[in-house]
């Protein structure tokens, strides 16, 4: 067990930063996208899709919403969280100094930087001294010094925290790139705004696949989060920091929107000669549940989109949209 970890031993149970979260963190943290298939609309430019299946994962100035990611919240103090701290440390700081065991595993790995081994001797040495009174009274003073500058230094972070808040959030949003899907394939106003007024097509992509999650040994995390739509701002960006990522206004709701975030860096291809660049990531053809062609879809090039798609090893269900006047619908029909 490294020094770190015995460090982490020695803080209180209570050492729960959950409770500097509005409850709505963990609401959206336990919301799991739950359906089979989820859909993502293209443009009818978009065709090659069907011979070599790639997904965007957008930039934040590529999006349709002018207030994407932007500022939904009235402050961003950082007192509850750096109050939160300093109690916790008050706490945990005097039980570490207390450890002989942390202390020896810190200077162990110290020196191991510097490229030195401690013995064993070395370090049953190295207790014996520190469980001496002498060494009790040094510890005493260091955790005393320690205190003293702790205040601070931690006052310090978190002034200069708020100061470069907008350059941190940049920081954070500008190397990631945003994947938005939909629950709903058949809505009249998404086919108008992202499907070239019924000229482009909708993906149906199975929900349950491994790139819809993360994996780390037994625990899986998904990928989709739920937008929130509201026209409320949180009070304090710090009690949902999820604000920056996962809420639009009311006026969008109609998009019943999934998201889900991926670094630029890790993408399959990037097209540079466009403003912003386009970052491709592989879909794997085992993964499109359906294909639903737009009600303005072009006849010819829908037989040869369907075979372009089947020649990846895809093996979805193809619809045709039609529009249903008398009841003011979208209907979609198989294509067998």
Not at 135 to 158: C, E, H, R, W, Y
Not at 289 to 298: A, D, I, L, Q
Request: hydrophobic content about 40%; proline content about 5%.
């Amino acid at each position: 067990m490294g020094a770190l970890d015995k460090f982490f031993e020695t803080l209180p149970e209570t050492f729960d930063v959950a409770k500097l979260l509005d409850p709505d963190v963990e609401a959206i943290e336990n919301t799991i996208y739950s359906a089979s298939s989820t859909y993502k609309y293209f443009p009818f430019s978009r065709r090659s899709f069907f011979a070599k299946p790639q997904v965007r994962f957008s930039p934040r100035e590529a999006l349709n919403d002018e207030f994407e990611m932007s500022r939904r919240w009235r402050e961003i103090s950082a007192d509850g969280i750096r109050d939160y701290i300093k109690d916790n440390l008050s706490v945990s700081l005097p039980a570490a100094f207390a450890s002989n065991d942390l202390m020896v595993s810190i200077l162990a790995e110290s020196l191991q930087e510097n490229g030195q081994v401690l013995t064993p001797a070395q370090k049953q040495q190295a207790e014996a001294i520190l469980a001496s009174e002498r060494g009790k009274l040094f510890m005493q003073n260091q955790l005393v010094a320690t205190q003293q500058v702790l205040s601070p230094i931690v006052d310090l972070f978190f002034t200069r925290l708020e100061a470069n808040f907008d350059t941190m959030v940049n920081d954070v949003i500008s190397p990631m790139g945003v994947f938005c899907v939909t629950e709903d394939p058949l809505n009249q106003q998404m086919w108008a705004h992202y499907a070239d007024q019924g000229r482009g097509f909708a993906i149906g992509f199975d929900a349950q696949h491994p790139f819809f999650s993360h994996r780390d040994g037994a625990t899986q995390r998904h990928l989709l989060k739920k937008v929130i739509y509201t026209d409320e701002h949180t009070q304090n960006f710090w009690r949902n920091p999820y604000y920056l990522f996962l809420v639009k206004s009311s006026g969008w709701a109609y998009e019943k929107e999934w998201r889900m975030f991926k670094k630029f860096k890790d993408s399959d291809e990037v097209i540079p000669a466009v403003t912003p660049e386009v970052h491709l990531w592989n879909i794997e053809p085992t993964m499109i549940s359906s294909v639903h062609f737009g009600y303005k879809y072009n006849e010819a090039e829908l037989v040869a989109d369907m075979a372009s798609i089947l020649a990846t090893g895809a093996r979805p269900r193809f619809y045709k949209l039609v529009v249903n006047r008398s009841e003011g619908t979208l209907e979609e029909q198989p294509i067998n």
